[in-house]
Each structure stands twice: as C-alpha cells, then as structure tokens.
C-alpha cells in the first residue's frame, strides 16, 4: 500500500510517520501532485496557523489538487481545519471540502484546549472497534461547529466536531498518532478504508 503524507511545511511528520511504521507500513512525504494523485491513502498533517499553512498550500499548487482526490484522504488537526470552507485565524479561505466554518473559542475557555478530552457520537468506520466517550489528545484554540458531515463530537465549553467525513474525505480535530493504542486504531481503520 502507497501512503503519502501531504509535505507542504507546516506539519508535524516525523509522529505521524513512526505511527504508521508501528501499524508495519511505511509513508513517502510528498508535495509532489503525481505521486500524491498514484497514493493509496494520503494524510494531510497540519501544525501551525491557518492562513500562512494555506499560503504553503497556493503556493506549491496543492490547494487546487487535494479537493479532487479520489483516494481516503485524512486530515488531522489544523489539516481538518484548512478542509472547512473557511477558518476565523487568519481570515482564511479553506479548501472547501466540508461545509462549515472554522471559529475560535470564546474568550470564556483557556485556549488552546491542549491534552486529552473524549470523543462520543461516533458515526463513521473510522471509528470500528472504538469505543463512545475514548480520550484523544487535542492542541488547538479554533473549532468546527457540529454540522451534518460531523461524524464524532468532543465537548469544551461547547460541543463541537471532532472529527468530519465527507465522501472519501475525512478529518480528525485530535492528533490519532499522539493518542496512544486508540488513535493507532483510527490510523489502522484508515489505512484499511
């Protein structure tokens, strides 16, 4: 199997990247549209702020490819984040991929929500052999509001999606690779979609 990690600048790889290799793959890093188009299964990885990540993105031409992927495409973290219509850090335009709008945490909550926090409501094959109400490990400070491509919900002042899914398109607010034996499991249910 051909996995491919989006490389555009602003992901933490190497976690991703040893997940996958204890699961017995191995993944290519690439911002090469060809060989991220013949992947099996590409992983869209994102740490950082959302404007300048989707400047990397316009810039290597990546913006206009992974809208049109045909494979299982994961995004995780700020990756989800840059798949939404829009995100309020930055003022940012998204890709577009799932209908909703990213925004921040009111000022009534310690941002970012950093450490562990469950996940319940879980409705995808993602999510097989998963337990309701599981931690998983989240850093972030900005959130998609529940909508109908929510397919898990964590709660932090407000309920929220955690993860979305839309076609072969899915995402993950928390880090699956620093989530212990339960993100693994979400990794593995992925590379087997």
């Not at 790889?13 to 699961?23: H, K, P, T």
């Amino acid at each position: 199997m051909k996995i491919v990690i989006i490389n555009y600048g602003a992901g933490n790889i190497q976690s991703i990247m040893f997940a996958i290799e204890r699961l017995g793959f191995k993944a290519t890093l690439s911002n090469n549209p060809d060989e991220i188009q013949a992947a099996d299964k590409v992983i869209f990885p994102g740490v950082g702020e959302a404007s300048s990540a989707m400047e990397k993105l316009i810039e290597s031409g990546l913006d206009a490819l992974i809208p049109y992927l045909k494979q299982p495409v994961l995004g995780i973290c700020l990756g989800m984040q840059l798949m939404c219509k829009s995100s309020e850090e930055g003022n940012t335009k998204g890709l577009g991929i799932f209908d909703v709008d990213v925004i921040k945490f009111t000022p009534s909550v310690k941002v970012p929500q950093m450490g562990w926090n469950n996940i319940y409501n879980l409705q995808s094959s993602l999510f097989t052999g998963i337990s309701e109400n599981e931690y998983m490990y989240l850093v972030h400070s900005f959130y998609a509001p529940l909508c109908k491509e929510a397919i898990a919900t964590t709660n932090y002042e407000v309920e929220y999606a955690s993860a979305l899914q839309k076609d072969n398109f899915y995402g993950t607010q928390f880090h699956p690779e620093k989530s212990g034996d339960i993100g693994e499991q979400i990794l593995s249910n992925f590379l087997k979609l």
